[in-house]
């Protein structure tokens, strides 16, 4: 699959041919759409979860200030895989579970790493209202 059929940055999505979790392997397959090879996954957490979903946070970067949001997508793919275990746990310490039945929502954000880490309370505390919600 490439990055053609996105149609924004920072876009993911599911299926066998783009994003999905595996549990015998205990991993996370991401496509996400970027707009230059440089992007990394940086670090990825662990939301929280509802009666309908869990949620991650996928922390990005391309170690540049330059904001991407709202751009077309169709650049390239940032295809990464990330173990059940590389996932940090939730502020207050929850972890990730994932079951079969399980849907698993993917929060991507761009942002310079110490800049990720100065808001990282206020990320949380934002997202986590539109999963419980």
């Given at each position: 699959?490439?990055?053609?059929?996105?149609?924004?940055?920072?876009?993911?999505?599911?299926?066998?041919?783009?994003?999905?979790?595996?549990?015998?392997?205990?991993l996370i397959n991401l496509h996400i759409s970027v707009p230059n090879i440089d992007f990394d996954i940086i670090s990825t957490y662990f939301l929280g979860a509802n009666k309908k979903e869990k949620a991650i946070i996928v922390h990005i970067s391309d170690q540049t200030k330059k904001r991407i949001c709202n751009n077309t997508g169709g650049k390239v793919l940032l295809k990464k895989r990330i173990y059940f275990s590389e996932v940090k746990p939730t502020l207050s310490g929850e972890i990730l579970d994932l079951?079969?039945?399980?849907?698993?929502?993917?929060?991507?954000?761009?942002?310079?790493?110490?800049?990720?880490?100065?808001?990282?309370?206020?990320?949380?505390s934002n997202l986590r209202k539109k999963i419980y919600n």
């Amino acid at each position: 699959m490439n990055a053609n059929n996105y149609t924004y940055f920072l876009e993911v999505k599911a299926g066998k041919l783009h994003s999905y979790f595996n549990l015998r392997n205990k991993l996370i397959n991401l496509h996400i759409s970027v707009p230059n090879i440089d992007f990394d996954i940086i670090s990825t957490y662990f939301l929280g979860a509802n009666k309908k979903e869990k949620a991650i946070i996928v922390h990005i970067s391309d170690q540049t200030k330059k904001r991407i949001c709202n751009n077309t997508g169709g650049k390239v793919l940032l295809k990464k895989r990330i173990y059940f275990s590389e996932v940090k746990p939730t502020l207050s310490g929850e972890i990730l579970d994932l079951n079969k039945d399980d849907k698993l929502k993917v929060y991507v954000i761009n942002d310079f790493p110490t800049d990720f880490d100065n808001n990282k309370v206020r990320y949380f505390s934002n997202l986590r209202k539109k999963i419980y919600n």
